[in-house]
């Protein structure tokens, strides 16, 4: 706990629990300070929940069946093929997600040192919140949920570490049937997507704050974009395990054997057919 | 009166009375800017008054310490005043002017105060709202964007500029900003949780204060060219009071036994619209602003042992009696005319409420006529605090009021420079006793807190400074200093040592009661002189019985309050014996044996168009009484009246 | 009534603990702070130190008192500091645990007594308007528009008690200073200095305290309900005061 010290002069004044350090030049400057960290949490929150709600629209197309979903992963492969070699605006892309991400930790970690500084702690006779809420309050345990989830995400459906011999590339549909299949990763993906949503919930409400996007005129939605956008990303996400133990998108009926040599070609076969 | 009049020296200026400031400015010694740095100014206290002349000295390159015994400047009690600030802007075209803001202040104040000053503090008025606003004190507007006013107590013109009900707040924000700024820039040193315990005379000129660390017990010496005393009113003398807890009169007190006259203690304003006490441990009592007169009507039951609801009291059943005894100005009479007729209804045994110890402030009428809305835009901050402290709903019921001392009127004597009997030794705000004489009108405290502040004092303390160019203050190391040191760590040992029975509160609240019951809205002879005998008595009890536990190197708060209380004895005592010489009644002073025969106040200009002042001799010899004659030039007096 | 009261108690320089007083004879028309009171005046007759606690104006105003009653910032009742808090809100036989607030730049100074001076390095940054005495033009040469007006004064309602600071799970003060900044922000009179300002506010801010993660609980805990509307336009401005070109601050 800070001493009591007196300043020359003669005022009684704490001793300050940071010095005040010297200012790089913009933007790097926003990242030196508490308000300006969670500036930058707020514009890479943005991103990244943009990047959850398209990653979730896109594998909707999951319900079209195994040729659909195969193309539109296809599709982010070849985007901007005119002008691109294949993969690189992905690259691009993933390059730009990694480092909101970081950026986004990084900020996070930060931060919470810094609270861990300027709070004691818990008041020993207990505390009574108000308007403090369960998402806003477990922002530091969801988050670090949603990246390891993140990691065992990727291990499990780009690279393929768990599936062994049943992931075949280029077939996320048949992927993700496999994976799902499994009961712990079931409960992972839906206590991950459970994380994920609170993390939103308290998330795009306090990016408004943090941005100072700030209008008596429409300061009432933000509550409600915050609550559409976490419950959007839940039911989207959830669908999938569900309907799959649902059987809607397991492999009952499928057309091309995924475990065949010419898979690949059969699902492209496929979806001229289907057009 | 010439025996007493040659020791007081006004030092107001010659001339017709709207000129003497004016050239008074030109005629007063200035201080070369390169050497203000050189002289060292001690400010204490830092309500409205000493934020503010802190803060303007700073600017002006004087070598400033302002001292505070709270944590931050901005505690002090200046921050609980509501109604507003009077300003002779005539912004509402009116026919307002500085005379006749000049002509209302000595009316109000029945004329016991000096022309001069009144009129200067009307001039400078108008400065006080330019400052305000350039500094960011967010004033009501019009949607124009321009300044609203609202008519106050006893004013016939609409001047008073207000800020919700926090004007009080926002002003002294503002004084505390520029004071902030002047810490930030090195023009002020900033010493807070000292609390002064002596003046520091050397060959009869203020050199320094004696102060004690509240949080380490530490007891230092501070030295400079000046002093200056901007530490508030004596009101807590009666322990209940609308001043805050730690409101006390210690530095002025202080001063007084180093030889600064004490002048006018008798007159203290009391506030009509208070929220009755409720039960014996009511600790202090809060004030309601007295805008609310301007739509609440005051009434009480016409049956003395009325006991029905106030909303099932028929109109034929109440009486209006301040509409009924004052036509003309109705529920807006001045506030002593105000509290002394609830005294009168409430000592006849119409009072409401359980104790029966208020009278009714009724909204039904403004709540009918403009809508709760309108009434919840003026007064919703007040009737929320009125619910919070009585837990009934003012929109439905009639809010309880009863007077409370509210503000002090006396206070050290000082001259047109605000200069005390002691050279270097300057009181501003409501430490001093200059502008209100016998009553105060509503907006004018904080009215002359800021002009003694930011307009007056800077400017005319220039003119003793320079006369000591080229000299050092008294050194830290002089005997004075050490003696000081010595005498106040003794006298807070002593209060250690006593232990006896009963608490410092214990002794404080027996002394309320008994300047509450004989120095309060109306004294008599037999009272006052009961008065004197049996705080005599309580006061050696006091001295010998006390209880004061833990040590002096800690906060300590019992500590800190004993040593108040015991000035506030002394005080009480020459309250008493103020309101016992001045044989006739005037604003906040009403003896009994002098009123008209319908019970208002009857002065006396022929013998007490004066100030008393009081100069201390020492513990065992009563102060000695000298008196200020005031003329009237400008004014011509009146018997007052609001009917 | 009779209550029990666990009361936080702390000499200088030692650890502190919880204490237990029983308090009979309570009045419901007692204030919180006069039911301390009549417990001190007996713990003094009974020759025990009474509690240190910190209260002045006791009508909610000038921000002096400072208790956690019921691990809540000044008690239970909304838009109440403590020493506005009144008896009747309690019953017979209530147990009320009593706290200092808490925050390393709050540090203890004895029992339930803590030193907010912190809150007065922040405005000391910055917290003005720069305009010395007589400076100043005629008052209504600068017409403030009425909703700006009743803005500021919704931010300058601060009575800077530092509730905020204790409620929050970070200690954060956002919601001091962004009363603070804004209240002259929202001035055309505080604009010259609107950028230099909010910087020099908002990092000395950091120097001592937490920082803002939108719990909300300081807005909960103020006992003028400052909005925290006022913190989301504080981080704007921040954030230009970084980005925006000073020369050219004079041009809208």
Known sequence: MAKTMSKPGGSRRPDPIRKPVKALPFPLSLGQTAVGKKWLMALTGVGLLGFVVAHMIGNLHVYEGPARLAEYAETLRTLGAGLFPRGVILWIMRLGLIAMFGIHIWAAVTLNQMNLKASPGSYPGGRDYIAANFASRTMRWTGPIILLYLLFHLA?????????????????????????????????????????????????????????????????????IAVSLAGLVLVGNLSFPILNAAGLTDEDNRKCDPYAENVLECLEEQLVEEH | ??????????????????????????????????????????????????????????????????????????????????????????????????????????????????????????????????????????????????LANRSFGGAQV??????????????????????????????????????????????????????????????????????????????????????????????????????????????????PTCIPSSDPFQSKLTLMSE?????????????????????????????????????????????????????????????????????????????????????????????????????????????????????????????YHLMTTVPGCYAIGEANFSDHGANRLGASALMQGLADGYFVLPYTIGDYLSTSLGHDPVGNDDPVFKDAIADVTDRTNRWLSINGTKSVDHYHRELGKLVWDYIGMERNKNGLEKAISEITSLEEEFHKNVRVLGSAD??????????????????????????LVREESAGGHFREEHQTEEGEAKRDDENFAHVTAWDWNDEATPQTEHREQLTFENVALTQRSYK | MHLTLKVWRQEPGQNGMFQTYEAPGISEDMSFLEMLDVVNERLIEEGTAPIVFESDCREGICGTCDLMIDGQAHGPEKATATCQLHMRKYNDGDHITIEPWRAASFPVIRDLAVDRSALDAIQEAGGYISAPTGSASDANLTPVPKDAADSAMDAAACIGCGACVAACPNSAAQLFTSAKVMHL???????????????????????????????GECHEACPKEISLDFIALMNKDYVKSKIKNRKLSGQK
Not at chain 2, 103 to 124: I, M, P, W
Not at chain 2, 170 to 175: F, H, I, P
Not at chain 2, 569 to 576: D, H, P, Q, T, V
């Open chain 2, 158 to 271: 609409s001047r008073t500029f207000y800020a919700r009900g926090q004007t009080g707040q926002q002003l002294l924000l503002g004084a505390y900003s520029a004071l902030m700024r002047q810490v930030n820039l090195g023009g002020v040193d900033l010493y807070n949780r000292q609390e002064m315990l002596e003046l520091v005379v050397k060959d009869g000129q203020a050199c320094g204060i004696v102060c004690r660390d509240v949080i380490t017990g530490e007891i230092s010496s501070h030295s400079a060219h000046a002093v200056v005393l901007a530490t508030g009113g004596y009101g807590n003398v009666y322990y209940l009071s609308t001043n805050a807890m730690m409101c006390n009169t210690t530095a002025t007190w202080r001063a007084h036994r180093k030889g600064a006259m004490f002048a006018n203690p008798c007159y203290t304003q009391i506030h």
């Open chain 1, 156 to 224: 499990d459906l780009t690279w393929g570490w768990w599936l062994g011999d049943k992931f075949v590339h280029g077939d996320p549909y048949h992927n993700l049937d496999a994976s799902m299949n499994r009961i712990p990763v079931l409960a992972i993906y839906i206590v991950a997507n459970i994380a994920l949503a609170i993390h939103i919930f308290h998330g795009a409400w306090s990016m408004f704050q943090s941005l100072g996007i700030n209008n008596p005129k429409y300061n009432s939605l933000r509550r409600g």
């Open chain 2, 1 to 146: 009166m010439t025996g007493y009049s040659d020791v007081l020296d006004s030092k107001v200026p010659d001339g017709p009375i709207a000129d003497k400031w004016t050239n008074h400015k030109f005629n007063m010694k200035l201080v070369n800017p390169s050497n203000k740095r050189k002289f060292e100014v001690i400010v204490v206290g830092t309500g409205l008054a000493g934020a503010s002349a802190a803060a303007t000295m700073g600017e002006l390159g004087y070598k400033v310490k302002a001292f505070t015994f709270h944590d931050s400047p901005r505690r002090a009690h200046s921050i609980a005043a509501q109604g507003g600030i009077n300003a002779a802007k005539n912004y509402q075209n009116d026919g307002d002017s500085v005379h006749r803001l000049f002509y209302d202040t000595v009316k109000g104040g029945d004329y016991r105060s000096r022309e001069a000053n009144v009129h200067r503090l009307a001039e400078v008025s108008v400065n006080i709202i330019d400052q305000a606003a350039a500094q960011g004190v967010p004033f009501a507007r019009e949607y124009g964007g321009l």
């Open chain 2, 554 to 579: 800690t906060l300590n708060q019992s500590l800190e309050k004993a040593g108040r209380v015991s000035d506030f004895f002394e005080l009480a005592k020459l309250k008493a014996r103020d309101a």
């Open chain 3, 185 to 215: 922000n929202l001035l055309p009179q505080g604009q010259a200095e609107r950028w230099k300002r909010t910087e020099a506010m908002v990092e000395t801010m950091e120097e001592y305290f937490g920082s803002c993660t939108n719990h």
């Open chain 2, 291 to 415: 805008s609310l007169r301007n739509d609440g009507r005051i009434w009480v039951p016409d049956s003395f042992d009325e006991s029905r609801a106030a909303s099932d009291i028929p109109e034929s059943d109440r009486d209006y009696y301040l509409e009924r005894k004052y036509p003309a100005f109705g529920n807006l009479v001045p506030r002593d005319v105000a509290s002394r007729n609830a005294k009168t209804v409430v000592d006849a045994g119409k009072g409401v409420g359980p104790l029966k110890n208020g009278v009714y402030l009724d909204f039904a009428e403004a709540i009918a006529r403009d809508g709760e809305d309108t009434v919840r835009a003026k007064y919703g901050n007040l009737f929320d605090m009125y619910e919070r402290i009585t837990g009934e709903n003012p929109y439905k019921q009639p809010m309880r009021i009863y007077p409370a001392t509210h503000y002090t009127m006396g206070g050290l004597w000082v001259d």
